[in-house]
């Protein structure tokens, strides 16, 4: 071997090993995914526009995708957003969010189509008034177990539920963490569910399977009977400990 082929084959060494070292050290990108949006209401409107500044292709699901409203909340969210049917947009979709009224969610899920293989988010709340004025839970077991029953292929999370709409938008007005408990049967599912969650500001916590619902749920009586009759609100913050 002569010496201009030495130096040749050196250099083309420390070119491969400086290319190995910077593949293994800057993180591979996140694809962005579509975000079916069900509902154009509060919900809609403060998660729609923080998951598209996070890169995501939000289409938001209206009975009326023509309505001025929505075309205003398309035009906010920005990022080439876009609106149409419920069905349409699931069908169209990654992750579906079911941003609409929690007695609604029956009527919502017999018409949307199906949702096989979807991440589905549910922040609703299925709330009525009992006779003392303070609400409670108008479901026997969950609206995520119910919701996970009627799409069993689907992968529900329920997420997002235990706050309100002015906090999704600005996390820091709280004055301080937000925690979102997350439940479901799909680890896979909360840990992208998990990663929207950071990505707006909030914290979230796996606090187990689809069946702790329920409890989750629940958590919402709490916070706003607090809030609405009560007149004390708070904002839930799960500190994790370290364990021996």
């Known amino acids: 071997m002569n010496e201009l082929s030495f130096v040749l084959r050196k250099h ?20 962005a995914e579509t975000i079916a949006i069900i509902g154009t209401g509060q919900v809609a409107s403060a998660l729609g526009p923080r998951f598209a500044e996070l890169g995501h292709d939000i289409v938001y699901g ?8 929505v075309k205003q909340l398309v035009a906010h969210t920005g990022h080439g957003a876009s609106a149409t049917t419920p069905a349409e947009a699931a069908a ?9 009224p929690g007695m609604a969610i029956e009527s919502v899920m017999k018409s949307i189509g199906d949702l096989s293989g979807k ?6 709340n299925a709330l009525r008034r009992g006779d003392d004025g303070l609400f409670e839970l108008g479901v026997e077991t969950s609206n995520a177990e119910l919701i996970q029953g009627w799409a069993p292929n689907a992968f529900v999370v329920k997420a997002f539920n235990t706050l309100n709409w002015r906090t999704m938008l600005d996390p820091e007005s709280a004055g301080g963490p937000v925690s979102i408990p997350l439940v479901g049967d799909s680890a896979e599912a909360k840990a992208v569910v998990a990663t929207l969650a ?10 187990g399977p689809v069946r702790y619902a329920h409890f989750v749920e629940g958590m919402l009586i709490l916070w706003i009977n607090n809030r609405y009759v009560y007149r004390k609100p708070f904002d839930f913050h799960l500190r994790t400990v370290q364990t021996k």
């Open 12 to 31: 083309l060494a420390r070119c491969v090993l400086l290319i190995l070292i910077v593949s293994l050290t800057i993180p591979t990108p996140v694809s």
């Open 62 to 69: 209206s009975r009326n995708p023509s309505r001025d409203e």
């Open 198 to 207: 950071e990505g707006i500001g909030l914290e979230p916590i796996d606090l």
């Open 119 to 124: 991440i589905i988010i549910d922040p609703t």
């Open 92 to 100: 169209m979709a990654d992750i579906v969010v079911l941003a609409v």
